[in-house]
Structure formats: structure tokens, C-alpha cells
């Protein structure tokens, strides 16, 4: 039954509606209800989606393209063709779809949502109608994003989201909310037209290229059918190159990788806490995603040969540098920001590793970045709230006044560092040893982002939570320790880092076959790039390189249990 | 011969049936006016309501004969009625409809008539432009609409800056219909008839029939420089665009909202039939450039007004002046659908994307200006950007409206502005032509639209900042009554905004039709 997925990703906007139309000036006390309910309702309604996702039979995989949705709804939204026998046959449609990995990243919104909203329980007191419809609209544009299997409804909702978040920054932000607002708004709308541009242009050579070969496309702007389509008919590799760097102008603004960042730990800092949250757990994810979604299955070539020396470079300077950033600040928001860029750059770095370990990992570190930095932006806000401060060195020793809340800040903290048995440690350890299959020196640079992640981190922990207790003495009301609600804010998030810590396993699962289809992708591209190569250069070849024709051979055999043994080898401590 | 003339002529009334229902009605107002009005200037209350109304009628009637008119055979009369006039018919039908509810309560009741009479006068002269099939015709019809703007302009404020704005107005138009004039003549020179029928046989059999490449003729070049200069003060392209942010700031709100989308409609419609006249014919005839030197001029047209209008609204703080500049940045948008679309025909058409842009840009600019109107106060209309401070806490509904507006123009979707921005990337995409060696012009003008969209966004952004993210200046209670006439008109165009998003294929696949 597709329509229940339907409802889930618009039952948000619909709840927003209630609020704005109907209840303009209801009580916060409403409004914050009708936002949890709204939020828990979607939540469960997508738990039943992936039941009945998971009830689907998987497709074999010679029977599907790099990408293929295993749930559709398709709609025609605009038909060409109608216009005269000269216009081309070609249609635009609402085409909503889920696969593994998108399925994935929809848990993670509508669990990320409902802590959003408990966050913000007591802090946002003005125009809490507003404020919520702002965040379930948002809700709407992240599912819908994940959900969109048609080019141009993706860069609909991708684009879409930048309205609430806007008026999430602006409205209810710190001092500097409407500058930090523009600047986010702008900087990722400049980088998106941009994309939009590339999206065009790929669209029309391929149309071109389909009227050539004499099978027309009548659905070029379906990601399925055009990923389908360019998996047979690759496109040449200049313009595949130029298309590359186009689509991924919005994509590295999003990310962000690193000399397109400086939007980000404005943002975050400006941001409301439950703007935070939904900004670092999902928002970013979008970036990722859509390379993930567009780049790689579409453009093997490139990624292959411009992708992935440029974005590899750029994560392993973001990574030290975002590193770095954050052992420098004083501000804890700041610092989760900057350290949100390091782990970004962790998930680029798997995903470029374009294998299956490294899309994996990529794709299980985006879930891990949500939970885990979702959960610090919780514990900072919920520190703001009773302090009104988030400088370290107004702060110590806070363990013996504050203990639940500094079990939560500890057990966050490790899981982010990726302490071997929490989650962030099977993504970065297997987008590693994806990217040491490829590059090693890219391996080993991005390595030390992890001792260094662990070293501002636990300079927070050291500073603010153990030591001699140290508070700010005044502009604050008496302290006490979590409550009900921030317990239950926190709990899912932590709960779901230990479950995919000590079992990734469903979530490989889960992702495997879609993971799978674009790693074939790049088999075949390196296949095809030696082969003429490989007879005329095998005198020249010294014996201690390394074949790539093996490393090929080896990709091949390897997804069906490349993940396994990485991850029951190395997951459990 | 001289009988089918004579028959043409005869049978040319059928064809602007519509446009006599409203001039008729725009005599009547004339002259009934004056009886309802005492010597003093004072009329009863309530009489605006009336001629509301009755405006609101005869655009009914024209409405009603306009679903019932068809297509007919291009003769040499004096007008055509193809799929363009027809299109264009429906677009200033609908869209005067809306401006008249703008100006309801703009000027007082002892204006009331003259006004709306005027209003009427010039959505008849903009059909007759689109009708015209001779030069004579069409300058009348471009007459016809200049002349009773003025006094639109004047009547509902007298003060001291709707004067200056006039002035200023009048004097430039003046000039530019003199320039468009002095380009008529140089195309009869050349092809020594004024009837556009005629002179599009010309061209289309001299140039490849005879020896003589009638597109080179030196009287054609400098005749369609004169046209795109005369014309381009209509669209406020650049460096024709400067009474614009004037003439937005003194004028009444309902005329800077009639000269924002009216006068483009008009320009449009007369570069399309001067330099495309393959555009909404009946009859399968080449498309062709009036002569090589219109691609380069528009193209550096389109570029400098994009950049102009856009840069220039940046600096703005006044509201009527930073939508005077977003209208001439729009004006450049779709500047870039007509040099693609002149091109040879190609599988996205550049003038299908203008004109599914120009109904898009009139339902979003006519709404934003609408929620002005909407929302001025009792002492004080919306001037400068702080009038809007705090928007959406005493307005939340009109503050709502004006930022879905404002989305659109930035071209966010889920607004009709995406799709319209949309069609013209496509378009200048996929056309791919060149003017110089190796310089591919229509991506290059894709990618300046790209950089003018981001730079557009940040001053839209910035009015849905002011509303939203400031505090009202002015807290005090405000006592005026609901303008519901332009509410109902905001409500109508956001319907349209939104609606074009999500089922576009109707307008769509009718103005694809138009240029196959």
C-alpha cells in the first residue's frame, strides 16, 4: 500500500497547516502538543513504511539500474509531449520513491524531529506556533527530499528547505540570527543554482544522447531511468567531468566541504537549538545525499577520475582543519560545529572511496553524525538553558551537580569520537579501509582526525564536567539535573547509538543491495579504463606496484561479503 | 483585389469585438462621469463602488466574447486574430480584472471613473497591439495604451511626486514612440508596405528568391535598432529603464502595479510580432530574424538589464523603488527567452518560456503589489522598507502572502517563479547557439541568469527579513477597515502562484502551441 508512505512525508505539512491556519495564536502549550503528536505520528507512520519496505522482495540485482527505487508512487506532473508534435516526449513527474539508503536517512528525520521538538519544550516561548509549523515544514522538505526519485522534485525539496530554516535562524536565533540566516540562505542558494544548471545540462545531453542511439527517454528527468540509461550509455568523460563539478557546487556547499564552510558554524551558533539539531543531523546529510544519489550512479567517469582526487583532498583538509577549528574555540556550540565539518568530512571520504565498504561506511557515519552531533546540540542547548552560557571557561567540574546530564555529555562525546561498541566507530573505521583500498595516503591523513577528535572532545569533557566546580554566578535560576522530558530527548538518540555500535549489521543490510549497484557502477568503469591500457603497459609495469586490473577483480568479488567481515571483525570490541 | 481589401477591412470589426465592448464602456464613463460630479468636485460616497463595477462588467463581457472568438484566416486587413492575440486577449482580460480591484479604492470617488476609464482604454490598446496586422494599426494601439497612462498615472493623487512622476513618464514615452516611429518608417522603406503580412511575405521570399538579402538591407538594420531602442522603454530594459524606480515611487500603488506587468505585455507582444512573426500564426510560415544584428543587441540587452536591475535593487530602501529594479531584473529574464527563442526552432522553445514567464511574472508582481495595497495604513501608505517592519506579527495573512510572492520572484519553489525560471535554463540550454566562434552565447546567458537568480534572492530575502525577523516601528492600533478588493485580488494571485507550480501542463502545453 504506497499511500501510507505519501501520508508520512506530507503528514507533517499538514499538521504545520493546523497550526498556522487554524490555531495562529494558540498557547505554546498547544502548539508544542500538536508538534509532538504530529512528530510521533510520523515517526510511527515511517516505522510501518519500513515494515512494509522490508516485506518487499529485494530485486536481483542484474534485473535493476545503479538505482532503483523498491517503493514508487510516479505521477505525472507535467507532460511535455501534449504540447505539439514538436516538443519533445518527456515528462516531469511527482515521483516518490524509497530504497535502502533513503529509507535510512527518513528514520533518521522523524526520530531527529521529535527530539527537535522536546528540545525546544521550554526555550522557545514566543511564537511557538510558528516556530513548530517552521520545523514540521522542515520535516516535510527532509522526507520529501529523501523520498524524490525525479531530478527535478529533488531540487525542489532540496531548495524548499531553506525556507524554514531560514525563518528558523532568523526568527529565533541568538544576536547575530538575521545575518547568519542570510548568509546560510544565500550561500547555499548560489550553490544550488548552480546545480540546478548542471541538473539541465545533464538532462539534455542525455536526452540527446538517448535520441541518438534511437531509444528515446520518455522519462529522462527519473533518476531510476536516466541512472539506467547512463549505466549503458555513459556520456564523455570531458563533459561528464564539467557536469561533475556543476551538480556538485550546491552539493559541496551543503556538506560542507571545506573552503565552502564559513556558512556553517555561523548558522549553528545563531541557530535555536532544535534549528541546530535538525541542521547537523539532517540538513547537511542533504549534501552528502545527493551525491550519493545524482554523482555517483550518473557520473562514474568523473567521480572516478575528478571526484575523487578533489573531494578526497578537500574532506582530509576539512577534516584536520574543522579539527583544529574546534580544539581553538571556547564556545561548546561552535566547537560541535566545526567538529560537524571534520565528520562530514569523514562520510565524503567513505563515499569517494566509491566501494563498498566505503559507501557503506559513508552512509552508516551520516546516520552516526546525526544521532550522535543531534544529541550534543541537545546537551549544549540544554546546558544554555540553565547557565544562559556555552563558554568553557566559565564552566567546571559540572559532573557532581549535573550527573545525568554529564552521563549523556560522556556517553555522546565517546560515541562521536568513535569509541569501539558506539556507532562511530564502525562508520569511520569503514570508510577508512574503503578510502586505504583506494588511496592510503587519504586513509591515513583522515586518521588522524580521529585522535584529533578525541582530543577536543575530551578537552570539553575535562574542562566542563570534571575538575573543580566552576559556575557562572549569576543570571541564572537554581540547577537541577535532566528532567522527564530532556531524559526522553536524549534517550532514543543514545539508545540507537549503542544499537548500531554493537549491531550494524540490519542497517548494512538495509543499504547493501542499493550500495552494491553502484559499486558495480565503478568496476566496470575501472574495468574499462585499464583494459586497452593493461596489454600495451604490461612489460612496463614494475612488479611492486600494484595491479589496478586486481584491485578491479577484487571489487568485483567483493560486495557480496565485503561488509561483513569488516564489520564482525573490527565491531565488537 | 481591391474588393478582398475592402472585404478585409469590412470584416476586421468581428475580430476586435472584445475591445469595442471596452472602449464602449471607457465612453461611457466619460461621459456619464461628469453628471454624477458637483461643480465643486465632490460625489456622492460610494461611488467608486460603481464604476468598480461596472469596469468589472465590461471585462466580463469582453471576457465572454473572447472564450467564444476563434482563430481566423491572416488576411491583410487590418488585424490578425491568431493564437498570440488570443493568448494575450486572455492574459490582460484576466489581469485587468485584477487591476481593477487594486485600484478600487486608490482614488476617491469623484475620480473614480475617469480613472478606471482609463485603465479600460489601456488593456484595449494592449489586445490591438496584439491584434495589429500594420504598422499604422500597431503604433496606434501602442498610442493607446501611452496616452490614457498618463493620465492613470495623475488622477487618483495630484500631490507634487505623482506630478513629477507623470512628467517624467510622458516625456520619455513621448520620445520612445517617436523612436518607434522613426523604425516604422525605415521598414517601410524597405519594403515599401505597412502591412505586417505583407511585409513578412517580403522578407520571407525577397531574401531567397532575388539576389537582394533583404535581412542586410542597412534601412532594416537601422529600423530594428529603433524598434528593439523605441520598444525596449516599454520593458524597462536598460539603459531605457530609467523613469522607472521614479515613477514606481511617486505614482499611486495600483499604477506602479499596472506599469510593473502592463507595459511588458505590450513590449513582448510588439518585438514578437515585429521580429518573430512566426509566432502565433495560423499558418506555417519561417521563422526569422528581421536582421543579424537584433541577436547581439538583445543579448547585450538582456545581460545589462539582468545585472542593472538587480544590482540596483540591492541598494534600494524604499519598496516601490526595489520592485521598480525587480521588474526591470524580470524584464532581463525574460529578455533571455526572446534572443534564445529567435533562434531556429529548437526542442525547448525560448519564446514558449517567455511567455509561460510573463503570466507567472504578472501573477506574482500584481500579488506583491496587491498585499501593499492590502496592507497600508489608515494614515500611510507602504513607502520604505521599515513600513513593513514586524509584518507578520499585526499581519501574519498578508505577511504570508507577500513572502510566497517574493519566494516566487526569487524563483523558490514551491512557486510557479521555479518553473518560469526553470523554462528559461532549459531553454537557453539545450539551444546552443553561437554568433562568434567558439563562444557559445545562450549558456552563457544561462549562466548569467543563474548569478542574477543568487543575486536577486538576497534582496527579496531581505523584505521577508524585514517583515519577519524586526519589530513593527508603528505599534498602534490601526482602525482602517479591511481593503477587501485587494485581499481578493492577493488571494487570486497567490492561487495562480501556487497552482502554476503544481499543474502547469495546461498554460504549458498552450503556449508551446503558440511557436510550433
Known amino acids: 500500500m504506497p499511500s501510507l508512505f505519501v501520508v508520512m512525508i506530507f503528514l507533517p505539512a499538514a499538521a504545520a497547516a493546523l497550526l498556522l491556519l487554524l490555531d495562529a495564536k494558540a498557547p505554546p502549550v498547544r502548539a508544542r502538543w500538536t508538534a509532538l503528536l504530529a512528530t510521533l505520528a510520523t515517526c510511527l507512520v515511517s516505522l510501518a513504511v519500513a515494515s512494509q519496505f522490508l516485506a518487499l522482495p529485494e530485486t536481483h540485482p542484474n534485473e535493476r539500474g545503479p538505482v532503483h527505487p523498491r517503493m514508487e508512487v510516479r505521477q505525472v506532473w507535467l507532460d511535455v509531449a501534449q504540447a505539439g508534435p514538436s516538443s519533445p516526449a518527456v515528462k516531469l513527474e511527482f515521483y516518490l520513491g524509497l530504497d535502502g539508503i533513503s529509507l535510512a536517512m527518513v528514520l533518521l528525520t522523524t526520530i531527529l524531529s521529535i527530539s527537535a521538538v522536546l528540545v525546544s519544550w521550554t526555550s522557545v516561548r514566543e511564537r511557538s506556533a510558528e516556530f513548530y509549523a517552521s520545523l514540521l515544514i522542515l520535516e516535510t522538505g527532509l522526507i520529501g527530499v529523501f523520498c524524490a526519485f525525479d531530478l527535478l522534485l529533488f531540487y525542489v525539496f532540496f531548495e524548499f528547505t531553506l525556507i524554514p530554516l531560514f525563518f528558523m535562524v532568523g526568527i529565533w536565533g541568538g544576536p547575530l540570527r538575521r545575518y547568519a540566516a542570510g548568509k546560510f540562505f544565500i550561500y547555499t542558494l548560489a550553490g544550488s543554482v548552480i546545480t540546478l544548471l548542471g541538473l539541465i545540462w545533464l538532462v539534455i545531453e542525455s536526452y540527446r544522447l538517448a535520441l541518438a542511439t534511437g531509444h528515446p527517454l520518455a522519462t529522462p528527468f527519473a533518476i531510476p531511468d536516466l541512472a539506467r540509461f547512463l549505466a549503458e550509455n555513459p556520456l564523455p568523460a570531458e563533459l561528464q567531468a564539467a557536469l561533475f563539478l556543476m551538480i556538485a557546487a550546491g552539493f559541496m556547499v551543503k556538506v560542507p566541504l571545506f573552503p565552502f564552510h564559513t556558512w556553517l558554524p555561523l548558522a549553528h551558533v545563531e541557530a535555536p537549538t532544535a534549528g541546530s539539531v535538525m541542521l547537523a543531523g539532517v540538513l547537511l546529510k542533504l549534501g552528502t545525499y545527493g551525491f550519493l544519489r545524482l554523482c555517483l550512479p550518473m557520473l562514474p567517469h568523473a567521480c572516478e577520475h575528478t571526484g575523487l582526487p578533489l573531494i578526497a583532498a578537500l574532506s582530509v583538509v576539512g577534516i584536520i582543519y574543522g579539527s583544529f577549528c574546534a580544539l581553538a574555540q571556547n564556545d561548546i556550540k561552535k566547537l560541535v560545529a566545526y567538529s560537524s565539518v571534520a565528520h562530514l568530512g569523514f562520510c565524503m571520504l567513505g563515499i569517494f572511496a566509491l566501494n563498498t565498504e566505503g559507501i557503506s561506511g559513508g552512509v552508516l557515519q551520516m546516520i552516526n553524525h546525526g544521532l550522535s552531533t543531534g544529541a550534543l546540540f541537545c546537551i549544549v542547548g540544554m546546558f ?74 575530551l578537552g570539553v569533557l575535562q574542562k566542563a564536567f570534571f575538575g573543580p566546580l566552576q559556575e557562572p554566578h549569576h543570571g541564572h535560576e537554581p540547577i537541577s539535573d535532566l528532567n522527564a522530558r530532556e531524559v526522553a530527548t536524549l534517550a532514543p538518540l543514545l539508545v540507537l547509538c549503542v544499537w548500531l555500535g554493537l549491531f550494524p549489521q540490519p542497517t548494512l543490510d538495509l543499504i547493501r543491495p542499493d550500495v552494491e549497484a553502484i559499486t558495480k557502477l565503478y568496476a566496470e568503469v575501472r574495468a574499462v579504463r585499464i583494459a586497452p591500457t593493461a596489454m600495451n603497459d604490461q612489460q612496463t609495469q614494475k612488479p611492486g606496484e600494484p595491479s589496478v586490473n586486481t584491485a578491479a577483480a577484487d571489487n568485483e568479488s567483493a560486495p557480496a561479503d565485503a561488509t561483513k567481515p569488516a564489520v564482525s571483525g573490527e565491531g565488537r570490541p | 483585389m481591391n474588393e478582398d481589401a475592402l472585404r478585409n477591412l469590412n470584416g476586421a470589426v468581428q475580430l476586435v469585438l472584445p475591445e469595442i465592448v471596452l472602449l464602449a464602456t471607457v465612453c ?58 488570443l493568448f494575450v486577449r486572455g492574459l490582460t482580460i484576466v489581469s485587468g480584472a485584477i487591476l481593477v480591484l487594486l485600484h478600487w479604492n486608490q482614488a476617491d470617488d469623484s475620480r473614480s471613473a475617469e480613472s478606471h476609464a482609463c485603465l479600460l482604454a489601456i488593456l484595449a490598446g494592449v489586445n490591438l497591439v496584439a491584434a495589429a496586422n500594420d504598422l499604422v494599426m500597431l503604433f496606434v494601439a501602442l498610442e493607446l495604451v501611452s496616452i490614457p497612462t498618463y493620465l492613470f498615472l495623475l488622477l487618483p493623487r495630484r500631490d507634487a511626486p505623482a506630478q513629477e512622476a507623470t512628467l517624467k513618464y510622458f ?61 525596449g522603454f516599454r520593458l524597462t530594459a536598460v539603459p531605457f529603464h530609467f523613469y522607472a524606480p521614479d515613477v514606481f515611487q511617486g505614482a499611486p500603488t495600483s499604477a506602479a502595479a499596472m506599469l510593473s506587468f502592463v507595459p511588458k505585455v505590450v513590449g513582448f507582444v510588439a518585438l514578437l510580432r515585429l521580429l518573430v512573426p512566426a509566432t502565433g500564426s495560423a499558418s506555417t510560415m519561417h521563422a526569422w530574424m528581421m536582421t543579424p544584428a537584433a541577436t547581439p543587441l538583445l543579448w547585450w540587452l538582456a545581460v545589462a538589464t539582468m545585472f542593472v536591475g538587480n544590482l540596483m535593487a540591492l541598494m534600494q530602501t524604499d519598496v516601490r523603488r526595489l520592485l521598480a529594479f525587480s521588474s526591470v531584473s524580470h524584464a532581463g529574464y ?23 514567464y510573463l503570466v507567472v511574472y504578472g501573477a506574482m508582481t500584481l500579488g ?48 510557479a517563479g521555479f518553473l518560469g525560471k526553470f523554462n528559461l535554463f532549459v531553454a537557453a540550454w539545450s539551444q546552443g547557439f553561437e554568433w562568434s ?46 481593503e477587501v478588493p485587494s485581499l481578493v485580488a492577493a488571494v487570486l494571485c497567490l492561487a495562480a502562484t501556487v497552482g502554476l507550480f503544481f499543474a502547469p501542463g495546461a498554460l504549458w502545453t498552450y503556449v508551446q502551441t503558440l511557436v510550433s
Open chain 1, 384 to 457: 544554555y538553558e540553565r547557565y544562559h552560557t556555552r563558554q568553557l571557561s566559565d564552566l567546571g567540574g559540572l559532573a557532581g551537580k549535573l550527573p545525568i546530564l554529564a552521563v549523556a555529555m560522556v556517553f555522546t562525546s565517546f560515541a562521536s569520537i568513535g569509541l569501539p561498541g558506539l556507532n562511530g566507530f564502525v562508520g569511520e573505521v569503514l570508510s577508512l579501509i574503503g578510502m586505504f583500498k583506494r588511496d592510503p595516503i587519504y586513509a591515513v591523513l583522515g586518521a588522524s582526525g580521529v585522535v584529533l577528535g578525541a582530543w577536543y572532545l
Open chain 2, 28 to 85: 461611457v464613463m466619460f461621459l456619464a462621469a461628469p453628471f454624477l460630479v458637483s461643480d465643486r468636485g465632490e460625489a456622492p460616497a460610494g461611488l467608486r463602488h460603481r464604476w468598480g463595477w461596472l469596469s468589472l462588467v465590461a471585462l466580463a463581457m469582453a471576457g465572454w466574447l473572447w472564450w467564444n472568438s476563434g482563430l481566423a484566416p491572416r488576411t491583410t486587413g487590418p488585424f490578425v486574430s491568431d493564437g498570440l492575440t
Open chain 2, 171 to 231: 516625456l520619455l514615452s513621448i520620445f520612445s514612440s517617436a523612436i518607434v516611429l522613426f523604425g516604422f518608417s525605415y521598414l517601410y522603406g524597405a519594403t515599401g508596405t505597412t502591412n505586417l503580412t505583407a511585409i513578412h511575405h517580403a522578407f520571407a521570399h525577397h531574401a531567397f528568391a532575388a539576389g537582394e538579402d533583404l535581412p542586410h538591407n542597412p534601412l532594416v538594420a537601422v529600423a530594428t535598432v529603433m524598434l528593439i531602442a523605441g520598444l
Open chain 2, 334 to 356: 525574460m529578455l533571455v527567452g526572446l534572443v534564445v527563442g529567435m533562434q531556429a526552432s529548437q526542442t525547448v522553445s525560448g519564446i514558449g518560456a517567455l511567455l509561460f
Open chain 2, 368 to 415: 506583491a503589489f496587491a498585499v501593499l495595497i492590502a496592507a497600508a495604513r489608515s494614515d500611510k501608505r507602504i513607502e520604505s522598507l521599515d513600513d513593513l517592519a514586524g509584518l507578520s506579527r499585526t499581519k501574519p495573512a498578508l505577511a504570508l502572502m507577500l513572502s510566497v510572492f517574493l519566494f516566487s520572484l526569487t524563483g523558490l519553489p514551491p512557486t
Open chain 2, 437 to 482: 566562434e567558439g563562444f557559445d552565447s545562450s549558456r552563457w546567458l544561462a549562466c548569467l541568469l543563474g548569478v542574477n537568480a543568487a543575486l536577486g534572492a538576497w534582496y527579496y530575502l531581505k523584505l521577508i527579513g524585514v517583515m519577519y525577523l524586526r519589530d513593527p516601528v508603528d505599534r498602534s492600533e490601526d482602525v482602517r477597515p479591511m
